[in-house]
């Protein structure tokens, strides 16, 4: 069973940092697109950050310059900082175990991001 597990969530102010990690068991995440999402109640899932196999990365315009995507080969990293009361969401770790995310087809349980002004 392939099961995306995130940790790091939690609470932060405005203008503060906190970071997420992924592990996938039994898989070398550094040989897979993966990304992170995130959904607030009410709302569409957003894409935040990929991170591809090669080293390439790609993110939404709302979290440019501040958010940054990072991997060693058994966790992937989200560093948010400069956060904002907007960034309050559900983040998850998505990938479908291939060299693109379209479609990711295995999510983690998601953690909890609150951002207070």
């Known amino acids: 069973q392939v099961q995306p597990v995130e940790s790091g969530g939690g609470s932060a102010q405005a203008g503060g940092s906190l970071k997420l990690s992924c592990a996938v068991p039994g898989y070398t995440v550094s040989d897979y697109c993966m990304g992170w999402f995130r959904q607030t109640p009410g709302k569409e899932r957003e894409e935040v950050a990929l991170?591809?196999?090669?080293?390439d990365t790609h993110y939404a315009d709302s979290v440019k310059g501040r958010f940054t995507i990072s991997r060693d080969t058994t966790k992937i990293y989200l560093l948010m900082n400069n956060l904002k009361p907007e960034d309050t969401a559900m983040y998850y770790c998505?990938?479908?175990?291939?060299?693109?995310?379209?479609?990711?087809?295995?999510w983690g349980q998601g953690t909890q991001v609150t951002v207070s002004s």
């Open positions: 991170i591809y196999r090669y080293g």
């Open positions: 998505a990938t479908r175990l291939a060299l693109t995310c379209d479609r990711p087809s295995f």
